[in-house]
């Protein structure tokens, strides 16, 4: 839920089960941390993302209006969900419900970076549909006359 997202950084590092990562609050709002559950989701290590930027998820199936409601939501310091397609390090695509919230160093202090968790749905790849059963002739016999 919206309103369960952390305020500050010391809430954001807190351990959690779910997907997240954090950024700068300026651009291109670089990563500074994740955590293990987003590098299993996501397949990028923590050494891998840090200092990259949440466009390393993007990819050709990555709506840009979608992006740009979520760079408008922070850049107005608002907690703001939104539905990507995104892509996992080997390019294998998921559902990405993302929910971002500003940080501050305390609760009434500037924003200094952004949380965001990640509830991912992979997509299965469509099935291949099995060949079908080549029908072997029943073999022919000769017709000699008898």
């Not at 293990?36 to 290590?45: A, I, L």
Request: charged share 15%; aromatic share 6%.
């Amino acid at each position: 839920a919206l309103d369960s997202m952390p305020t500050t950084v010391h809430r954001a590092l807190q351990p959690s089960r779910e997907a997240c990562v954090i950024t700068e609050a300026t651009k291109p709002n670089r990563i500074v941390h994740v955590n293990d559950t987003w590098s299993r989701v996501c397949g990028f290590s923590a050494e891998e993302a840090i200092g990259q930027t949440c466009a390393l998820l993007q990819g050709f199936g990555t709506c840009k209006a979608t992006l740009g409601q979520l760079r408008d939501a922070v850049l107005q310091g608002q907690t703001f969900a939104v539905q990507l397609l995104n892509y996992r390090k080997g390019g294998q695509p998921f559902m990405n419900t993302l929910t971002v919230a500003p940080l501050r160093e305390s609760e009434h202090g500037p924003v200094t970076h952004y949380f965001g968790v990640i509830i991912a749905r992979f997509l299965a790849p469509a099935p291949v549909p099995e060949p079908a059963p080549v029908a072997v002739p029943a073999p022919i016999r000769e017709l000699v006359p008898g």
